[in-house]
């Protein structure tokens, strides 16, 4: 399978009966639900959550989706029987990714950098049915020019139940496409973010020894944005007290 990155109408593509992904950038904002969030580490196994449906059954189900949906983001049943669709994925990030950069270094190789992605991004693929959730991250990090390993990530799904919100992990098999449909276009009802598989402490193992030097570098940037930071609010303080004596003291 290869890679490529290509400019469209606006959103991303990742098409089983190719062997090309074809992504756009096209950016959004999740509503955040609701409610009392319950973490879930592992896969759940929902008790009534059919894994099949018959060809009439998608058919049926396509139809009702797409007369629910409020946008664009329809799904569409091809003749051989994979459909085809949208999902959108929340970038949840929270630690810095190695990125590729367009530049070569004095190996040949593309110079890597790290920095932090804006968290909260959704981002629009178009998948069908047969995508699983592990081409789906390795899709996401691509079109990020993202050189860490995908193990490091995860994809998890978020729903609510009885006025109570639950984040799931996915198992790298599972069918993107087909929990939209079952779940209908509603993004409160369902919603896909992608977050770092550790939870927890830091693994610094994990990661390579350029991509700690960037990390450092990122920490002395901060620290001293910080140190800035401080200082103009501890002047602003100051020059605010001056003024305040001055007019307790009068005119000299």
Request: glycine fraction near 6%; proline fraction near 4%.
């Amino acid at each position: 399978m290869t890679w490529n990155s290509t400019m469209s109408s606006g959103y991303s593509s990742l098409e089983e009966d190719s062997e090309e992904y074809f992504f756009t950038a096209r950016t959004s904002f999740f509503r955040k639900p609701s409610g009392k969030v319950t973490v879930n580490k592992d896969v759940e196994k929902e008790r009534e959550l059919r894994t099949e449906f018959s060809r009439e059954e998608i058919r049926q189900r396509i139809e009702q989706y797409n007369m629910l949906t409020k946008d664009h983001l329809k799904m569409t049943l091809n003749p051989t029987g994979v459909y085809t669709g949208f999902i959108q994925v929340q970038m949840d990030l929270r630690r810095p990714v190695t990125v590729r950069g367009g530049q070569r270094g004095a190996g040949g190789g593309r110079v890597e950098e790290a920095f932090y992605l804006p968290r909260g991004v959704t981002n629009t693929l178009h998948i069908s049915s047969n995508n699983t959730v592990k081409q789906v991250i390795v899709a996401l990090l691509n079109k990020f020019t993202v050189a860490d390993n995908p193990a490091k990530y995860a994809l998890f799904k978020r729903y609510r139940r009885e006025e109570q919100v639950y984040v799931c992990k996915l198992a790298d098999g599972e069918q993107p496409l087909f929990l939209r449909l079952v779940a209908g276009p509603d993004g409160d009802t369902l919603s896909f973010v992608l977050r770092e598989q550790q939870i927890g402490e830091v693994m610094w193992d994990a990661f390579s020894i350029p991509e700690l030097r960037n990390f450092l570098r990122i920490l002395d940037k901060e620290e001293d944005e910080q140190r800035e930071a401080m200082h103009r609010r501890y002047d602003a303080y100051r020059q605010r007290l001056e003024e305040a004596l001055r007019e307790v003291r009068g005119p000299s």
